[in-house]
């Protein structure tokens, strides 16, 4: 499995914008699909979008048209631009990557790592 970390997350006023990103080590990241994931307090962690290894993406109802997925082989890093942000995107978002797309939007990994908050302020 592919070893990512996470980063770029903070505190935000509703409407504003942050970029994560997704970093990964090794020469296979290209193969991988990568998944977007986030929990907040209380609630189970959901799969916020996912890439494929050809480029397709795909996006919770709740996000789309105000998050944009984005890979960049030659970085080994995925990004999620997220605009329009609302208080209720508040959570800890992590990245996972499988070269099955269906594990990713499975999700069902084991060691999910520290993640990276993010706030919305209302």
């Known amino acids: 499995q592919v070893q990512l970390v996470e980063s770029g997350g903070g505190l935000v006023q509703a409407g504003g914008s942050l970029r994560l990103s997704c970093a990964a080590s090794?020469?296979?990241?290209?193969?991988?699909?990568i998944g977007w994931y986030r929990q907040a307090p209380g609630k189970q962690r959901e799969l916020v979008a996912y890439?494929?290894?050809?480029?397709?993406?795909n996006y919770a109802d709740s996000v789309k048209g105000r998050f944009t997925l984005s890979r960049d082989n030659a970085k080994n890093t995925v990004y999620l631009q997220m605009t329009r942000l609302k208080p209720e995107d508040t959570a800890v978002y992590y990245c996972?990557?499988?070269?099955?797309?269906?594990?990713?939007?499975?999700?069902?990994?084991?060691?999910w790592g520290q993640g990276t908050q993010v706030t919305v302020s209302s």
């Open positions: 890439i494929g290894n050809d480029g397709f993406t």
């Open positions: 090794g020469s296979t990241f290209s193969r991988n699909a």
């Open positions: 996972k990557g499988d070269p099955s797309l269906w594990a990713v939007v499975g999700g069902s990994f084991k060691n």
